[in-house]
């Protein structure tokens, strides 16, 4: 047990999600016990807008693909890079 201040019993803290317990072990600089028995299930986040419009444009150029356009034609129409493009039609074809 550390001693601060002349603490002479074990300091419990309740914590709502693992992550916030990572993070405030991280900041302490101290290995904890982490009792995750107690804790809750994060709750969902609705995606960011940016990610939405993503998803969205990733959505637009894999129709486009479907339809026969190149990866290159895809990425001039959309302002992409032609890199970007190509990841989008590789994760769509080869899922993980």
């Known amino acids: 047990m550390r001693k601060l201040d002349k603490q002479t019993r074990a300091t419990v803290a309740v ?7 990572t993070d405030i072990e991280k900041a302490l600089k101290v290995k904890c016990n982490i ?7 994060p709750p969902l986040k609705a995606p960011s807008k ?7 444009l990733k959505a637009k150029a ?8 190149s990866a290159r034609a895809i990425s001039k129409e959309l302002s992409k890079s ?3 493009i190509s990841n989008w039609i590789n994760e769509y074809k080869n899922p993980i």
């Open 62 to 69: 894999l129709a486009m693909h479907e339809k026969g356009m």
């Open 15 to 21: 914590v709502p999600t693992y992550q916030t317990a």
């Open 82 to 84: 032609n890199r970007t």
């Open 50 to 56: 940016a990610k939405q419009e993503k998803e969205e």
């Open 35 to 41: 009792d995750t028995s107690i804790m809750g299930k």
